[in-house]
């Protein structure tokens, strides 16, 4: 499998998470894992949910054959771990969005 392949499937995964989160919102992509073999990212997207306005940590699979991504659930994040985040590391998907 190239590293061209799996920068394509971040890509197109970045996309559909870009859509689910406000962009003048810090969020970060933790625990990012590729699975070659089933063509997928698991991964947890740490953001504030503004429906409940906590700080959670949503787990995410992107199927890439099918270019699905598929939520898997969420935990709250302690204050803790958020102070662990940097904003140096923060997910910037909105940044390669087309204007």
């Known amino acids: 499998m190239s590293a061209d392949r799996v920068q ?3 890509a197109a ?3 559909k998470v ?3 989160l406000d962009p003048h919102a810090p969020a970060w992509l933790v625990n ?3 699975d070659v073999e089933k063509g997928e990212i698991q991964f947890d997207i740490v953001h504030r949910w503004p429906l409940t306005g906590q700080w959670e940590r949503r787990h995410f699979t992107y ?5 699905v991504l598929h939520f898997r ?3 709250p994040v302690s204050s803790a771990e958020l102070a662990r985040l940097k904003s140096t ?5 909105h940044e390669h969005e087309p204007l």
């Open 89 to 93: 590391e923060r997910f910037r998907a």
């Open 8 to 10: 394509a499937w971040r």
């Open 32 to 34: 990012e894992q590729v």
């Open 18 to 20: 870009a859509v689910m």
């Open 63 to 67: 199927d890439a054959e099918v270019d």
């Open 13 to 15: 995964r970045d996309h």
């Open 73 to 75: 659930g969420s935990s």
